[in-house]
C-alpha cells in the first residue's frame, strides 16, 4: 500500500520503503559507534546519513538498552537540544524524528526545534497520545507485545484510542529486541506481514541488535551481514521504513527488493 505522511505541511511520501538513520547523542547506547557526544561528530554523522540516502534522522537522547542506566529527564533534555540545535543549524531542511518515551520531551523538541515525527520507544501511553496529539506530529507506536497475535490486539485497540483523539499519521513499530525472547522476535519477522492488515506503515529497525549478534554469538560491531539480510525480509514483507545505523548498506536492500519488485 501507498502510504505519505503529514511532516509539517511537507508530504513525506512512503511509496517507496525510506531509510531512517539512527543519531544516537548518548555515551552507552548499544552500538558503541553509534555514540555521537560533540558537535562535530553530531554534524558529520548527520552529514554522512544524508549524503548516503537516509530521509529521516532520528535523534535520541536516552539510551534504552537492557540493563542499561535510563538517563533522567533532564539530561536528556540536555543530550537532545545540544544534537537537535546542531542538526536544524546545519541542515535545516531535514526530516527529524526523536526517539523518547516522555511526553514532555517530546513537547521540547518539537517546540524548540521543529522536531517532526515522534517515534516513541515506550509502548504508548494515554499521556504521551495526549501530547502528540496535541503537537500534530506523526507518531511511531512501537509494541512492547511478544506475539503477531497480541501485538495486533494492542496495535487495534491503541490506534482506535489515538484517533479518537484526533491523530492522523500513524507508524507502526513491531518493537524488536522490546520485550521478546530471541525466539520471538523471529516468529514476529516471520509473521510481520500480518501487520498490514492494520492498514498502516510498518517501521522495522532491528540493526545490529541482540537478536542479532546472540544467533551469532558475535557484537554488535560484526553484526552488519545479519542486519542487511533481515532489512531485506523486512522489505519484502512489506516494510516501510527501516531504522538503522548504516545508512548506505540500507539504501542497497531497498534498491534490490524494489527491482525485484518491478
Same mark, same amino acid.
Given at each position: 500500500?501507498?502510504?505519505?505522511?503529514?511532516?509539517?505541511?511537507?508530504?513525506?511520501?512512503?511509496?517507496?520503503?525510506?531509510?531512517?538513520?539512527?543519531?544516537?547523542?548518548?555515551?552507552?547506547?548499544?552500538?558503541?559507534?553509534?555514540?555521537?557526544?560533540?558537535?562535530?561528530?553530531?554534524?558529520?554523522?548527520?552529514?554522512?546519513?544524508?549524503?548516503?540516502?537516509?530521509?529521516?534522522?532520528?535523534?535520541?537522547?536516552?539510551?534504552?538498552?537492557?540493563?542499561?542506566?535510563?538517563?533522567?529527564?533532564?539530561?536528556?533534555?540536555?543530550?537532545?537540544?545540544?544534537?537537535?540545535?546542531?542538526?536544524?543549524?546545519?541542515?535545516?531542511?531535514?526530516?527529524?524524528?526523536?526517539?523518547?518515551?516522555?511526553?514532555?520531551?517530546?513537547?521540547?523538541?518539537?517546540?524548540?526545534?521543529?522536531?517532526?515525527?515522534?517515534?516513541?520507544?515506550?509502548?504508548?501511553?494515554? *499521556?504521551?497520545?495526549?501530547? /502528540?496529539?496535541?503537537? %500534530?506530529?506523526?507518531? +511511531?507506536?512501537?509494541?512492547?507485545?511478544? #506475539?503477531?497475535? @497480541?501485538?495486533?490486539?494492542?496495535?487495534?485497540?491503541?490506534?482506535?484510542?489515538?484517533?479518537?483523539?484526533?491523530?492522523?499519521?500513524?507508524?507502526?513499530?513491531?518493537?524488536?529486541?522490546?520485550?521478546?525472547?530471541?525466539?520471538?522476535?523471529?516468529?514476529?519477522?516471520?509473521?510481520?506481514?500480518?501487520?498490514?492488515?492494520? *492498514?498502516?506503515?510498518?517501521? /522495522?529497525?532491528?540493526? %545490529?541488535?541482540?537478536? +542479532?549478534?546472540?544467533?551469532?554469538?558475535? #557484537?554488535?560491531? @560484526?553484526?552488519?551481514?545479519?542486519?542487511?539480510?533481515?532489512?531485506?525480509?523486512?522489505?519484502?514483507?512489506?516494510?516501510?521504513?527501516?531504522?538503522?545505523?548504516?545508512?548506505?548498506?540500507?539504501?542497497?536492500?531497498?534498491?534490490?527488493?524494489?527491482?525485484?519488485?518491478?
Amino acid at each position: 500500500m501507498n502510504y505519505t505522511l503529514n511532516v509539517h505541511g511537507r508530504l513525506l511520501d512512503l511509496s517507496r520503503p525510506l531509510v531512517m538513520g539512527i543519531l544516537n547523542a548518548t555515551p552507552d547506547s548499544f552500538f558503541a559507534d553509534s555514540r555521537q557526544q560533540t558537535e562535530e561528530d553530531i554534524a558529520m554523522c548527520c552529514q554522512k546519513m544524508l549524503s548516503e540516502g537516509a530521509a529521516i534522522i532520528d535523534v535520541g537522547g536516552c539510551s534504552t538498552r537492557p540493563g542499561g542506566e535510563v538517563a533522567t529527564e533532564a539530561e536528556e533534555m540536555k543530550r537532545l537540544r545540544t544534537a537537535l540545535a546542531v542538526v536544524r543549524r546545519e541542515h535545516p531542511e531535514a526530516v527529524i524524528s526523536v526517539d523518547t518515551f516522555r511526553p514532555d520531551v517530546a513537547r521540547m523538541t518539537v517546540e524548540e526545534f521543529g522536531a517532526d515525527i515522534i517515534n516513541d520507544v515506550g509502548g504508548g501511553t494515554p *499521556e504521551m497520545f495526549r501530547m /502528540v496529539t496535541r503537537l %500534530r506530529a506523526p507518531y +511511531i507506536l512501537m509494541s512492547l507485545q511478544p #506475539t503477531i497475535r @497480541e501485538m495486533l490486539l494492542s496495535y487495534a485497540e491503541k490506534v482506535q484510542q489515538l484517533r479518537d483523539m484526533g491523530a492522523n499519521d500513524i507508524i507502526l513499530d513491531p518493537g524488536f529486541g522490546f520485550g521478546k525472547t530471541l525466539e520471538q522476535n523471529y516468529e514476529i519477522m516471520n509473521d510481520l506481514e500480518k501487520l498490514l492488515v492494520m *492498514e498502516l506503515p510498518l517501521l /522495522v529497525g532491528i540493526s %545490529r541488535k541482540s537478536m +542479532i549478534y546472540r544467533a551469532f554469538d558475535c #557484537t554488535p560491531k @560484526e553484526a552488519l551481514n545479519g542486519t542487511t539480510a533481515l532489512n531485506t525480509i523486512a522489505l519484502m514483507k512489506g516494510a516501510s521504513i527501516l531504522r538503522v545505523h548504516d545508512v548506505k548498506e540500507a539504501m542497497e536492500c531497498v534498491k534490490i527488493v524494489g527491482q525485484l519488485n518491478r
